[in-house]
């Protein structure tokens, strides 16, 4: 029988990405709704070693489901990596009276969860929240779509300007190890070439493709790369080599960045993160733990902790298919 819980802590930690807040909000008005007590802990797993706790009632978390980032910070904690790090952490809730944590974040806060749930038996829930999608066990990730968005918005104003002046733009995406954000967001925009982590489609193609879309009488051209793509070059050197190649193009680069990151929510990313948010504290309040909270089929759905970290958010090959038929 578990014990009973009367106070939950929630953090975000990692990258931060919309609808956290909406999570945030989600998780804290779920326990009061339930009656019981919500603490938000600051700056991720740093504040819990540091005890920056915070008592959070419904009336704390107005006004916050349209914004970006996160009111309670986020951070990559060291600390929390070394055992006695995570000691102090645990001594902090246990002194706060907090008997179960909601943790929003990516696989490395899911892996600091998991280890933290392993050595003190502390009842913990995920909720997964980067903009990269990147995580196992659910459909979208919180921030996934405004990401995408965000993405389609800017390379239309890009557009803009490549097809006013016959211009080829190199335009990099976030996704250090995953492409969906560059394989979605290239497709909505209508990219010529998406280039991703997952798949090295080579330099070769890459030019062949250009050739043929210079000869099919397209002047101007978007080609979308995912930060982490494994063609070899990064975006500039990227360019050079075009530039070698196809001397008679005129090419510029554009890196998107962190503006990727913010923003106020899409409807789908504050609809999401209150369904996950009220899925993760009644599944605590169930006796649940070490679950993450995710979204199959757009059904809400728990994939223990475990799966979520080891397993793999698969790019859907279909989209690669789509996407070169898009570009005849
Ligand atoms: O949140 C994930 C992510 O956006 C990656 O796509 C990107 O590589 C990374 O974060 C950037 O992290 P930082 O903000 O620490 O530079």
Excluded at 15 to 40: F, K, L, Q, W
């Amino acid at each position: 029988m578990s014990k009973t819980i009367k106070k939950i802590g929630v953090l975000t930690s990692g990258g931060d990405s919309p609808g956290m807040n909406a999570a945030i909000r989600s998780v804290v008005r779920t326990c009061a709704y339930h009656n019981i007590e919500c603490v938000g802990i600051y700056r991720g797993y740093q504040g819990m070693i540091e005890g920056d706790f915070k008592e959070m009632g419904p009336r704390s978390v107005n006004n916050i489901v349209n914004k970006g980032g996160t009111i309670l910070k986020s951070a990559r904690s060291k600390e929390f990596m070394t055992v006695e790090g995570r000691k102090k952490a645990h001594e902090n809730l246990v002194d706060a009276g907090i008997d179960a944590l909601v943790v929003i974040g990516g696989d490395g806060s899911f892996t600091g969860a998991e280890v933290f749930n392993n050595e003190f038996g502390y009842p913990v829930m995920g909720i997964p929240g980067t903009i990269d999608n990147d995580i196992f066990g659910t459909s979208h990730t919180l921030g996934f779509d405004t990401a995408l968005n965000t993405v389609v918005d800017c390379i239309d104003k890009i557009r803009d300007t490549a097809s006013s002046h016959n211009r080829l733009f190199l335009v990099e995406v976030m996704g250090r190890d995953a492409g969906h954000i560059a394989l979605n967001a290239g497709i909505g925009a209508g990219a010529e070439e998406i280039l991703i982590p997952e798949e090295d489609l080579g330099l070769e193609r890459l030019l062949e493709s250009l050739r043929r879309s210079k000869a099919s009488g397209k002047s101007s051209s978007i080609v979308v790369i995912a930060e982490g793509d494994k063609i070899g070059k990064n975006v500039f050197e990227l360019k050079d080599y075009i530039e070698e190649n196809f001397p008679e193009y005129d090419i510029r680069v554009s890196v998107l960045g962190h503006m990727q990151r913010g923003g106020s929510p899409s409807c789908y990313d504050r609809v999401l993160a209150s369904r996950l948010g009220v899925k993760a504290v009644e599944s605590i309040l169930e006796g649940k733990s070490n679950f993450m909270v995710g979204i199959i089929n757009d059904k809400v759905a728990l994939t223990p902790l475990e799966q979520a970290i080891k397993g793999h958010s698969e790019i859907d090959r279909e989209l690669l298919r789509v996407s070169d038929i898009m570009t005849t």
